[in-house]
């Protein structure tokens, strides 16, 4: 079975803090997203990668940043925690069918 | 980008009755996805389609390419099937990766 493991399932960090959210897999699959879902908004993308170093900038961008060292691993940074990144952060990698993560539910205050 | 319309958005039903869950897609995409999240944030791919129709246990899916729409059937439905369904599907233009995901259709079986 495919495994997507994620660092935390509850993190709650103060608003400037530097939060790293880090996604393991274990299928050797190339893609790997980061994604946060809120109430009545869904799924959006923040960012994609389709190998090692290499990342596309998803839908919200904005605020974050990603880091693609190793193909099992893709990190998942917010630079300067803000209470509008408070969210259900989920990781996902896939090969055709994407596999998730349990998520992380990030509280910023 | 491709915009994912779904319906309803909830959804209770009484256990054993037939549920329809419906997708509609703006661009014309190669396949078509569908998800579940249960309470607690799993999500878990149920389907991937492209064409026709596809069955798992009690689910079916099933895809108009032409008219651009989706239908997520669950038959004799049970208080387990309570969950979010959401439907996405591939970005215009971009690789078959990137996914627009619907809203979600929060669906409630009772006992």
């Known amino acids: 079975d495919v495994k997507v493991t994620q660092s935390s399932r509850y993190l709650v960090k103060r608003t400037g803090e530097k939060v790293f959210l880090e996604c393991v897999q274990d299928m050797d699959h190339e893609n790997m997203f980061w994604y946060r879902q809120d109430p009545g908004l869904g799924l959006r993308l923040i960012y994609f990668?389709?190998?090692?170093?290499?990342?596309e900038k998803g839908d919200i961008p904005e605020g974050y940043s990603v880091s693609r060292e190793k193909k099992e691993r893709f990190s998942l940074i917010l630079e300067s925690a803000s209470t509008n990144q408070t969210s259900m952060y989920l990781c996902?990698?896939?090969?055709?069918?994407?596999?998730f993560g349990p998520g992380t539910r990030l509280l910023v205050l | 980008k491709n915009e994912v319309e779904q319906s309803p958005q909830n959804l209770t039903a009484q256990e054993g009755e037939f549920i329809t869950i419906n997708c509609s897609y703006s661009v014309g995409i190669s396949a078509l996805h569908w998800l579940q999240q249960h309470p607690g944030g799993g999500i878990v791919s149920l389907f991937m389609l492209s064409s026709g129709k596809k069955k798992h246990g009690r689910l079916i899916a099933t895809i108009n390419i032409q008219e651009k729409h989706s239908s997520l059937h669950i038959t004799a439905s049970h208080p387990r099937d309570s969950a979010v369904y959401i439907c996405?599907?591939?970005?215009?233009?971009?690789?078959?990766?990137?996914?627009?995901f619907g809203k979600g259709t929060l669906l409630t079986v009772n006992p």
């Open positions: 996405a599907a591939p970005n215009s233009g971009g690789s078959n990766y990137k996914l627009t």
């Open positions: 996902a990698s896939s090969r055709k069918t994407q596999y």
């Open positions: 990668s389709y190998d090692v170093k290499m990342k």
